[in-house]
């Protein structure tokens, strides 16, 4: 088994690495400072060394240079946070093998470990092989969930785990931007099933007169336009798995034929005679509350108990503020990757604004950030001016609480005169979607 040395001062970081190592087969040894380290040195031959930069009684790059004079055979990460990446960068000229990012992402910590133990002879004055595990890392982890490291994203992994190998029915509630269709592919990735198809249909952008024909397909001449035979979502996604984002968004008519091939597992295309037997999984998301649409008979009792055999919540990003780094740094990664830039991290402005937003668009306000900022950053890190205008703005608006309340048509009113009737920004203010608004407005019946 190979022994690892973890040297790191903050003591709860430090256990969160360890207890994620062993779970990874590794022997960890823990020393809370460099002269705990140096004992455990003298005493015990280890395969690896990771050191944080930082340490309360010493400095992590001499540390780093003492052991590699001691024992150069052995491998040694430095851990650091986005300011201490320059630093990092040296430090892997004067002999560190690589560097680990705080807070760290799963897929590159495993991968980083694995390269040190087993590319022992590469240039160490090439710092181009610096980033090379980053991208390495970016590849395998761009299409899976990221695992996060606080309670709601712990809960919400370990409900992926659990459902994922069965058959049953999933509804996915949350707001908008929380990530609701990469938590279905993860569970369909997971499941038997991961060797099929994967068809995600937005419930919201399917008119209900062509609803049928795309769920089911149709066959030619069955109505106007019907030029050619059609296969449907379902039948596209036989033996596999079909994603239902926005499910609350069907007219009552479309919920009665989905529940109907959901309980006999039989389709019929448009102007067809013909069933066809269909095995999916089905999973669902929306961002309403689909009990109070049931309790007003806009959405079907039956329905709702068919395909909420299991139910997944999915945090928003201020329920998982822990987390919000290492998302950073992966979006980083990925925008990296997507537009040929070579960005390490971000300033700690930055860092800072990051911390104190209140994120209203969750993940996909943050990648579209991040890919922004990615975009205009020249240098090697993001700077405050490259964030959005509107960024700042959010932030100097009246800090009244909007949250909708018994009186929500004043609330409402109130929320459009504050942002000169816009919308979009009344509804970050009501902290609800845009789509609810307009359910809201016609409610209400607000001009």
């Keep these: 088994m190979t022994k690892i040395l973890l040297i790191e001062d903050d003591v709860a970081f430090c256990k969160l690495l360890e207890k994620f190592l062993i779970k990874k087969s590794f022997e960890v040894t823990i020393a809370f400072s460099a002269a705990e380290a140096k004992s455990k040195i003298k005493n015990t031959e280890f395969d690896l060394i990771i050191t944080d930069l930082r340490l309360p009684d010493y400095d992590g790059i001499l540390l780093m240079t003492e052991i590699k004079a001691t024992h150069p055979a052995v491998p040694v990460l430095l851990m650091t946070g986005y300011s201490d990446v320059s630093t990092a960068v040296k430090a892997i000229k004067n002999g560190a093998a690589d560097y680990i990012s705080k807070p760290f992402n799963p897929e ?65 509630i949350g707001e908008s931007g929380t990530g609701k269709e990469v938590i279905a592919k993860s569970i369909h990735e997971n499941s038997s099933r991961k060797n099929t198809n994967f068809i995600a249909v937005d419930c919201g952008s399917i008119p209900k007169e062509l609803a049928a024909s795309e769920f089911f397909g149709h066959v030619k001449g069955s109505f106007t336009g019907a030029i050619q035979d059609k296969i449907g979502f379902f039948e596209a996604a036989n033996g596999g798995t079909i994603f ?3 499910i609350g968004n069907l007219s009552y008519e479309n919920q009665i034929q989905l529940l109907r091939a959901l309980q006999e597992r039989k389709i019929k295309p448009v102007g067809s005679n013909k069933e066809i037997d269909v095995d999916i999984r089905i999973i ?163 001009n």
């Design 284 to 446: 669902t998301a929306t961002n309403e509350d689909l009990r109070e649409a049931v309790k007003k008979g806009d959405f079907r009792e039956d329905l709702y108990h068919r395909i909420n055999e299991f139910s997944i919540h999915s945090p928003s990003l201020k329920e998982r503020n822990e987390d919000l780094m290492l998302f950073s740094d992966f979006f980083l990664e990925k925008s990296n990757q997507e537009l040929n830039k070579n960005v390490l991290g971000f300033s700690s402005e930055v860092m800072t604004i990051f911390q104190n937003y209140r994120w209203p668009g969750n993940l996909r306000e943050l990648q579209n950030c991040i890919k922004r900022a990615t975009l205009l950053t020249q240098g090697y890190f993001v700077e405050k001016a490259a964030l959005p205008a509107e960024f700042f703005q959010n932030e100097e608006k009246v800090t009244t609480d909007f949250s909708l309340s018994e009186n929500e048509k004043e609330t409402i009113m109130e929320a459009l005169n504050k942002t000169n009737n816009n919308k979009t920004e009344a509804a970050k203010l009501l902290k609800i979607n845009r789509k609810t608004l307009y359910n809201k407005l016609k409610l209400y019946n607000i």
């Design 244 to 246: 239902l984002d926005e």
């Design 108 to 172: 590159e910590v495993l991968l980083v470990i694995n390269n040190a133990l087993h590319y022992e002879n590469k240039e160490p004055n090439n710092v181009a092989s610096i980033s090379k595990s980053k991208k390495q890392a970016t590849k395998i982890a761009e299409n899976k969930f990221v695992k996060g490291i606080s309670k709601a994203s712990q809960k919400l992994a370990e409900y992926i785990q659990l459902v994922s190998p069965t058959n049953m029915s999933v509804l996915i």
